[in-house]
């Protein structure tokens, strides 16, 4: 007995096989079915394809309304994705949009077109109409020729995937994640008359549903039900960043900007109607989780970063400023030219640690390329979402007077007319005048002389002598003194002038002054030693330079990396399917337009993203030599194997580098196997875990946290004593909570998520693909200690069909949520959005596999426990009198201390 879900599953694999026909064929007629009079004319017209593209969408979109069972959605989910970005590629490459005839007062029309009853109507009562009867055939394309449009089934499919995830789907980890997954897709799609109000229902739909999750009982709560929000915090970044107008609109900015502050802190501030309204500083923070905190905090900072700033002025490459250190002092006046170590141009700067977070680094040389000399100074910001440089200049007069000198050399002021007094001389009496004339008798000798006193007394002749050459040197100074006055006593007297205007400052000390973060205000139970919140750190305590670019090199965005593969008819071996991108001669052109589609391609020389491999990746290289790149002018996608260039693709939260092997990256592969693996971004990997795990425990210790002042940043204050920067303490007084998953070994800290795209001439060979021998070829830098298996890959076949289009078969490993989106097993798709629904599928694997480690730490959390890791290392245990004195000594001074 067949189940009718079983069926059902038949009959998609079906329509998900046909779904691609109409607009490739276009007006080709299917000679299978009779040719049969149309509904104006006498004359027999065939049934072409196209004709049939409204009937397959409304039974798509129909069989989408009422499916129950999760793997079937979860096809359909993929498939309707799949016909809204071949529509919209259609009339993109066309130029040619089908005409929407649906009036602008008619909008709830299509809105409701998959509920209320008169579409509805149209669109099952035709899918019931047999396809021999031409009149029905007709009536449907005249009734249904709005609803074809890439911007109808815009709008019908997110209508009908938002209703139905906060309404049926919600309870189901699966589906909610494909459901967000073709949300996320729909936002990328490129639909020249999609209007704000339409992105503003979706981002409204999201942000309820976010809410409705979060705010379930405890008992609901779980690690999927967990996911599922961060999920949704992914799917509503993507459409923030994708339509930035929406944060234009105030009620949208309001409904997004909510549903950040239940993720952050567990409650609304606006509560329901007649609810008082809570401050942030009155609410205890009590996120639904330590994940969904991370989530919604970077949402928060793409918010004010990047939504509408991306890409930068250095690319999509990078989100972080390209320079640093070296790079400024190069750019400084005191630079002689040369190459600049960068032990040595690290120590030019003043290292400080704000909020136990943020690094600043601060020059206080002013650059070369300004031509207006005023005090600078030249900021370099080291936070969890990326590196920044920032040159600020102190200011007392706008830019059009600063020219103006503030002294006036001549102000014009008449001659004094005061004349000189005449100058008498006095000499001062210490006697009366007749004192010579007193007779002299026997009492005066009672005093001896001085004389007689020397003679007597060696020590006092000496002191006599020394104050003798002490009285003739003041009397030689005092009639010098005298004599130039006399003859300046005829001469004009000074003018009053102010003093010149002060050139040399100490900027960075003027900088944490004059953005507060040198508040000296002891604050209730704080440590009294450093009561600003600002810690000072060494550059000179030996592994600073290689922490700060251990930093550098931990990438604010998630990273994969997806390895392509060419298999020849009946090919079996690593060495022959290796060898056949060598030449274009061994591939078909197809392959190369699809390698195209994927992203664009970049230089490993150049690149400041991420390449395929940590050892070239998130830094500047010297040039390679051009020459190295000739030998590959005629590839067959050799040229992006990763020993010079990558094809490369990123939006604001996450890279992909797409990398074609070959049989020498083969080899050097293997030779890096042996390298010391990556995330030494995180030295100790249990105390990360030490760390998420507190901030997860249920017991918050609320008598400490009492005595916890309340944090500035979105950190919940619960990281232990050994992360938090406040000095060394004594384990023994407080002893630290246990984690919770103590028999669980944590997992890495960065997932690596092995992705196989493999182009097939014949679908057979997929059978016998050496997955297992090919796996040394995909070494990537970020595999741990454990060997992957073959069935540990995620592969995607893609076979080359006689008629253009293609078939898709998927393998990977058996997992609670490894079917990602929008690519299924057995779907047909066209060339023109392969390479877009590929790389949105393997962007969709890494993140559920993300999604389902439960050490995985978000990017800016590693970032943020490599700084607190350096406050550890290298802060200086400085009370407030000694930051004062450091910050008035030089950046020369305090190295030798």
């Not at 209007?195 to 999201?206: F, G, I, Y």
């Not at 006697?431 to 005093?447: A, G, L, T, Y």
Request: proline share 6%.
């Amino acid at each position: 007995m067949v189940l009718k879900p079983d069926l059902r599953r038949a009959s998609i694999h079906l329509l998900i096989s046909m779904l691609t026909l109409p607009l490739h064929f276009q007006n080709l007629a299917i000679k299978e079915l009779p040719i049969f009079p149309g509904a104006n004319s006498s004359e027999k017209t065939p049934v072409t394809f196209v004709q049939l593209k409204s009937r397959l969408m409304n039974l798509l979109i129909n069989a989408l309304q009422v499916e129950t069972d999760p793997q079937n959605t979860h096809m359909l989910l993929g498939a309707l994705l799949l016909s809204v970005q071949d529509s919209a590629a259609a009339e993109e490459v066309e130029q040619v949009t089908q005409p929407d005839t649906v009036a602008n007062d008619s909008t709830a029309n299509l809105l409701s077109s998959v509920t209320s009853d008169s579409a509805s109507q149209i669109s099952i009562s035709s899918d019931q109409r047999s396809i021999g009867d031409a009149s029905d055939i007709t009536t449907l394309q005249e009734e249904c020729i709005a609803f074809d449009s890439a911007h109808a089934l815009f709008v019908r499919a997110t209508y009908l995937v938002c209703h139905r995830l906060i309404s049926s789907w919600k309870t189901d980890l699966n589906i909610s994640l494909a459901a967000l997954e073709m949300l996320s897709g729909l936002a990328r799609t490129r639909i020249r008359e999609t209007d704000a109000l339409e992105c503003k229902r979706a981002v409204k739909w999201l942000c309820d549903y976010i809410a409705y999750q979060c705010w379930r009982p405890p008992p609901a709560h779980s690690k999927d039900l967990h996911s599922s929000i961060v999920a949704a915090f992914n799917c509503l970044t993507t459409w923030l960043t994708a339509h930035p107008q929406l944060l234009q609109d105030k009620d949208c900015l309001t409904t997004v900007l909510e549903v950040v502050e239940l993720g952050v802190s567990g409650t609304k501030s606006v509560g329901k109607p007649g609810e008082p309204i809570k401050m942030k500083d009155e609410k205890e923070l009590k996120p639904a989780s330590m994940r969904v905190r991370d989530a919604a905090d970077a949402l928060l900072t793409i918010l004010l970063e990047q939504v509408g700033y991306f890409p930068s002025a250095c690319g999509a490459q990078s989100l972080s400023s390209l320079l640093d250190e070296v790079s400024l002092l190069r750019h400084c006046n005191s630079w002689t030219g040369g190459c600049v170590a960068r032990q040595a141009a690290v120590e030019r700067f003043r290292y400080f640690v704000s909020e136990n977070s943020t690094v600043l680094a601060l020059l206080e040389e002013p650059l070369g390329n300004d031509q207006d000399p005023q005090p600078t100074v030249t900021v370099l910001i080291r936070g969890p979402f990326g590196r920044h440089a920032w040159t600020m200049q102190l200011r007392h007069l706008p830019r059009h007077r600063s020219s103006i000198r503030s002294i006036n050399s001549n102000p014009g002021r008449p001659l004094p007319l005061a004349e000189a007094a005449p100058r008498t001389d006095y000499r001062p009496r210490f006697f009366p005048d007749n004192v010579d004339r007193i007779p002299h008798c026997k009492v005066d000798e009672s005093i001896p002389s001085l004389e007689a006193v020397m003679s007597d007394n060696g020590a006092v002749r000496d002191e006599h002598q020394i104050l003798a050459q002490l009285l003739e040197r003041q009397m030689t100074l005092e009639s010098k003194r005298d004599n130039g006055n006399a003859s300046n006593a005829e001469d004009k007297t000074d003018e009053c002038v102010p003093p010149q205007v002060c050139h040399e400052f100490q900027t960075a000390r003027l900088f944490l002054s004059h953005f507060g973060f040198l508040n000296m205000e002891p604050k209730e139970n704080e440590d009294s030693r450093n009561s600003s919140g600002l810690i000072a750190l060494d550059p000179t305590i030996p592994g600073f330079c290689t922490d700060l670019e251990t930093l550098d090199n931990i990438s604010p965005r998630t990273c994969d990396t997806v390895h392509i593969f060419y298999v020849k008819a009946g090919q079996k071996s690593a060495p022959e399917i290796l060898s056949n991108v060598l030449h274009a001669e061994n591939v078909s052109p197809n392959f190369l337009e699809f390698l195209s589609s994927l992203g664009w391609p970049v230089s490993i020389s150049t690149h400041a993203g991420w390449t395929g491999h940590v050892s070239t990746s998130w830094r500047v290289t010297a040039q390679m030599n051009v020459s190295q790149c000739a030998a590959h002018s005629n590839h067959g996608g050799a040229l992006y194997n990763g020993d010079t260039h990558v094809l490369y693709w990123a939006d604001v939260s996450s890279e992909i580098a797409f990398v074609v092997p070959t049989q020498s990256y083969l080899m050097a592969s293997s030779d890096s196997l042996d390298e010391t693996n990556y995330n030494s971004d995180i030295s100790n990997s249990g105390q990360a875990w030490f760390e998420r795990s507190i901030s997860e425990s249920t017991d918050n210790r609320s008598c400490a946290s009492q005595n916890t002042s309340r944090a500035m940043s979105l950190d919940l204050e619960k990281q232990p004593s050994s992360l938090s920067g406040a000095g060394p303490t004594n384990s023994s007084s407080a002893d630290p909570i246990r984690p919770r998953r103590t028999t669980k070994q944590a997992l890495p800290s960065q997932t690596n998520t092995k992705i196989m795209v493999v182009w097939l001439e014949s679908l057979e060979d997929h059978i016998q693909f050496p997955i297992a021998d090919l796996l040394p070829s995909t070494y990537t830098g970020l595999e741990q200690a454990r060997m992957l298996q073959a069935t540990d890959v995620h592969v995607i076949f893609l076979q080359a069909l006689a008629n253009g289009l293609m078939r898709i078969r998927l393998q990977g490993p058996v997992s609670r949520i490894n079917l990602a989106t929008p690519l299924i097993d057995g779907m047909v798709v066209s060339r023109r959005v392969l390479g877009t629904l590929v790389r949105q599928t393997a962007l969709n694997m890494g993140r559920r596999k993300r999604l389902d480690n439960d050490s995985y730490h978000p990017p800016h959390v590693r970032r943020r426990l490599k700084i607190q890791e350096m406050v550890q290392k290298y802060k200086r245990n400085l009370t407030d009198p000694e930051l004062l004195t450091l910050l008035f000594n030089s950046t020369q001074t305090y190295q030798v201390k």
